[in-house]
């Protein structure tokens, strides 16, 4: 069924336009960078590289993910896009003007709810870079050696003795088994003595001579950061004050509008964004483990590729472009008639894609020089782990500050895009202005965040389906929500929205580098079994 609404008419047109494919390509690509491509990324590089172990290298996992990127996370991007491009509207409008009174309309409302949601936690977890940035520029990370207590420091002799070979054969003569589980090892009260013999010996061997002493004091600067973001998480009040002041940030930028907000600021803060990435890749070039993390990120070594690790390229791929929570629905609507969907689309996907490498290279040298390792792909690494990096380097205060302001920037340009979503359908679909949405919006945005603002603090033994509620929500939006959307989406628009319109979206000029026959297969069959194989992938606990 072709579209009822004219992409061209008065109505769609004062809902405000793009005023430049530039403007519109870095806003799209503003959108699909966030935290995601500066650590989610790179930990899955380094894990499903061998990283911690035999370091084999990761480059098949990155062939696999740019061909994830093209056969599925490309086509979903482009039917996102032409959906919104073709209606002029937003998400719930967009299902709606295709095919009215059916309940599709119902994937478009499902895709501006995942937004609201994501935006809720998404804020607090942002809000912690403000948080860092004042830390590095006031210099707080170097105030480490009389803030690190003794017990701190012989807890973490006590964890690294159970790790090591030495440990465990110490724990199985000392318990008489092999014990279930190092980590409850370390707290087992037959243990005791043998923690206190230890911690006592090493204690005394570290504070013999200098050598043990700055043995210690790098212990101290690599502890430090964790007692650091410990505490934070643990005020609430920090918490709750941050997340309102990033979505304070997000909120003076969408207010603007489309082209004197999000397109203006979109042009300011993505090449400030690419100018701090250059200046710390080019500091962490310098570092002696530089050839390790280029030679590491790029090797292919295919004996390291399981089902696993194409299960977290695809997801990887998916989750990095911003799909199926209704965004670029809604920038889509905003593109004028004569705009290149292919182009813009390939743009995007070079954009969020080069980032996300660079970003590893600058991880990789830095812990290939100071043999570092990455211990979890959480969030909190960003908070703990790149402190420790940067107290090491000269200049390592200012380098700091740089990286957090760069991660301000990565996530604020996605935030824009999620309370955009969400604001221009009620300004479509309720015929809100847009102070009023922003505003409402905002202030609703910003209560539902309060739970996962004190989920590590004064929530933090409140759980569902044994999560906290911050842990719940980002279960719900990442496992289920952003994939089903993507799949339902996909789906529309290879069965429903007909070929006539894709054609007409799709011209022959525009698709030079991606043939429309090849688009039609993809959108209808390829991307849709891989979104599937996704969803199975997270069900079954097989992705990271």
């Given at each position: 069924?072709s579209s ?6 008065s ?9 430049s ?27 499903n ?49 295709v ?93 005791n ?33 964790q ?38 600021w ?5 090449p ?6 250059i ?25 390291m ?30 593109m ?6 292919v ?33 979890d ?28 302001i ?96 894709q ?18 297969v ?7 079994v ?15």
């Open positions: 069924m009822s609404k004219d992409p061209c008419s109505a769609a047109s004062s809902r405000g336009n793009w005023g494919k530039l403007g519109f390509i870095l806003a799209a690509g503003g959108s699909a960078v966030g935290l995601g491509n500066l650590w989610k990324f790179p930990y899955l590089a380094y894990s590289g061998g990283g911690a172990g035999d370091q084999q290298g990761a480059g098949g996992f990155v062939l696999i993910y740019l061909l994830a990127v093209l056969v599925l996370g490309l086509p979903i991007m482009i039917a996102e896009m032409m959906l919104g491009k073709r209606t002029q509207t937003t998400p719930i409008g967009a299902f709606e003007s095919r009215p009174h059916s309940l599709w309309k119902h994937v478009g409302t499902l895709c501006v709810i995942t937004g609201f949601l994501l935006l809720s936690y998404y804020s607090v977890i942002a809000g912690w870079t403000v948080e860092y940035t004042v830390k590095s520029v006031t210099s707080e990370f170097s105030n480490y050696d009389q803030a690190v207590s003794e017990e701190m420091v012989r807890e973490q002799l006590w964890h690294d003795f159970v790790y090591s070979s030495e440990g465990e054969a110490a724990l199985i003569i000392e318990l008489g088994q092999k014990p279930e589980s190092l980590s409850k090892a370390l707290t087992d009260p037959k243990l003595t043998l923690k206190q013999v230890v911690t006592d010996q090493e204690w005394k061997r570290l504070q013999q001579n200098e050598e043990g002493q700055a043995k210690l004091s790098e212990l101290k600067k690599t502890l430090y950061p007692k650091l973001f410990s505490e934070f998480i643990a005020h609430p009040w920090k918490q709750v004050l941050w997340a309102f002041v990033f979505l304070a940030m997000t909120v003076g930028v969408v207010i603007g509008g489309v082209s004197k907000g999000i397109e203006r979109s042009k300011i803060l993505m400030a964004l690419f100018v701090l990435l200046v710390l890749l080019g500091r962490m070039l310098m570092l002696d483990g530089a050839g390790k993390a280029l030679s590491f990120l790029f090797r292919p070594s295919f004996e590729v399981t089902a696993s690790t194409v299960l977290n390229a695809m997801g990887q791929a998916f989750f990095s472009l911003s799909l199926g929570m209704g965004v670029l629905i809604t920038y889509g609507s905003y004028k008639k004569e705009d290149n969907l182009s813009s689309s390939y743009s995007v996907v070079i954009m969020d894609t080069l980032i996300a490498l660079i970003a590893s290279v600058i991880i990789f040298s830095a812990i290939f020089s100071y043999n570092l390792v990455m211990k792909g959480g969030t909190g690494n960003l908070f703990t782990a790149m402190p420790v990096i940067f107290m090491k380097l000269p200049g390592g205060i200012l380098l700091c500050a740089a990286f957090y760069l991660v301000i920037f990565a996530a604020l340009t996605s935030a824009i895009s999620m309370l955009e979503a969400v604001v221009a359908t009620f300004v479509d679909e309720f015929k809100w202005s847009r102070k009023k949405a922003v505003y409402i919006i905002s202030a609703v945005t910003f209560v539902l965040g309060i739970p996962a603002a004190l989920s590590y603090n004064l929530m933090s033994n409140v759980t569902i389906m044994g999560k906290t509620w911050i842990d719940f929500a980002d279960f719900l939006c990442s496992n289920w929500f952003m994939p089903i959307g993507g799949l339902m989406l996909s789906l529309f628009v290879g069965f429903v929205f007909t070929k006539k319109d054609r007409e979206e799709l011209p022959e000029a525009h698709c030079k580098w991606f043939p429309f026959p090849l688009f039609r993809l959108v209808r069959y390829i991307a849709p891989l979104v599937v194989v996704v969803l199975l992938g997270m069900l079954f606990g097989a992705i990271q």
